[in-house]
């Protein structure tokens, strides 16, 4: 059964950092593409960054760029995303998320992914 718990969420004000982590269980981690999406109050699930494999190529949505970083352990089975210089419209419900492939690929979208963590709150206040 596959698993993703993230953890490092909460409240931060803003121009602060967070760092979200996400456990995988339950699957060959090096085998999985994996991403991180948030979705807002009232608002849709969108990406926000996304790691291959390997760890070796990775892709932000506009606006996590030169603020947030994906990474990867893969000795961990875990995935993390950094966020510098929060801002208040980084409110959200953030979720890991998936995806087995067998190409060394990036992606960007919610429906390209089979699994999701429960998600975590990050709450940036000002």
């Known amino acids: 059964q596959v698993q993703l718990v993230e953890s490092g969420g909460g409240l931060e004000q803003a121009g602060g950092s967070l760092r979200l982590s996400c456990a995988a269980s339950g699957l060959t981690f090096v085998r999985y593409s994996m991403g991180w999406f948030r979705q807002a109050v009232g608002k849709e699930r969108e990406f926000v960054a996304g790691i291959t494999r390997s760890g070796g190529t990775t892709n932000y949505a506009d606006s996590a760029k030169g603020r947030f970083t994906i990474s990867r352990d893969n000795a961990k089975n875990t995935v993390y995303l950094q966020m510098n210089s929060l801002k208040l419209e980084d409110t959200a419900v953030y979720y890991c998320?998936?995806?087995?492939?067998?190409?060394?690929?990036?992606?960007?979208?919610?429906?390209?992914?089979?699994?999701w963590g429960q998600g975590i709150q990050v709450t940036v206040s000002s």
């Open positions: 998320a998936a995806r087995l492939t067998f190409n060394d690929e990036v992606y960007l979208s919610r429906g390209e992914y089979a699994y």
